[in-house]
Nanobody, 120 residues
Framework: QVQLVEPGGGLVQAGGSLRPSCAASGSIFSINRMGWYRQAPGKQRNVVPT???????NYADSVKSRFTISRDNAKNTVYLQMNSLKPEDTAIYYC??????????????WGQGTQVTVSS
């Protein structure tokens, strides 16, 4: 099993910044894609950005130019630098990790979620 720990959420005013992180530990085989998802009250959980083991990134249109995802492969940690935060960014942010057990079989893990609240 892989455990994910996500410190770094919080309350911030509009225009502010936060930098949550997510560290994976435990029985790790080969982590490929890492990412962040968010879920606002009454809404579906949606992807924010993802990053591959090689560093390729993919961002939701709503956060492009404001958010930056990065990772430290040696520490099995992914970061999300969030700048110019808006009230509509308020949500619970979940870390997601894909761990390849074999080349054809992977397991997906979710963090416990961290609350991000942006006040206007």
């Amino acid at each position: 099993q892989v455990q994910l720990v996500e410190p770094g959420g919080g309350l911030v005013q509009a225009g502010g910044s936060l930098r949550p992180s997510c560290a994976a530990s435990g029985s790790i085989f080969s982590i490929n894609r890492m990412g962040w998802y968010r879920q606002a009250p009454g809404k579906q959980r949606n992807v924010v950005p993802t990053i591959s083991s090689g560093g390729s990134t993919n961002y939701a249109d709503s956060v492009k130019s404001r958010f930056t995802i990065s990772r430290d492969n040696a520490k099995n940690t992914v970061y999300l630098q969030m700048n110019s935060l808006k009230p509509e960014d308020t949500a619970i942010y979940y870390c997601n990790v894909e761990d390849y057990i074999t080349s054809h079989y992977l397991r997906t893990y979710w963090g416990q979620g961290t609350q991000v609240t942006v006040s206007s």
